[in-house]
Nanobody
Framework: QVQLVESGGGLVQPGGSLRLTCAASVNIFSIEVMDWYRQAPGKQREWVAAAPRYGSRYYADSVKGRFTTSRDNAKNTVWLQMNSLKPEDTAVYYC????????????WGQGTQVTVSS
């Protein structure tokens, strides 16, 4: 099981940007999909974005056009660039790893808090 550590969260004003980083303990070349999830207070965890090994990235409708995910297999790192942040983006953001495109994530990070407020 791979260990994942997120960083880069913090407090930002509406309209601002943050870049989250997810560092993996192993080479992520063989990890089929690296995902980002988030959980706001009192709400269920929701999927945000996916970075498959190959091909296009995928995004939830709520973040499409504002968030971008990328991965660098050589650096064992995944990023989530978040622009035009809104108060409703406030949540704990988690990085996750999937062995296949059809499976649920089998490794999770501890999460990083993102707060969007003026």
């Amino acid at each position: 099981q791979v260990q994942l550590v997120e960083s880069g969260g913090g407090l930002v004003q509406p309209g601002g940007s943050l870049r989250l980083t997810c560092a993996a303990s192993v080479n992520i070349f063989s990890i089929e999909v690296m995902d980002w999830y988030r959980q706001a207070p009192g709400k269920q965890r929701e999927w945000v974005a996916a970075a498959p090994r190959y091909g296009s990235r995928y995004y939830a409708d709520s973040v499409k056009g504002r968030f971008t995910t990328s991965r660098d297999n050589a650096k064992n790192t995944v990023w989530l660039q978040m622009n035009s942040l809104k108060p409703e983006d406030t949540a704990v953001y988690y990085c996750a790893a999937r062995s296949s495109t059809s499976d649920a994530p089998n490794s999770w990070g501890q999460g990083t808090q993102v707060t969007v407020s003026s």
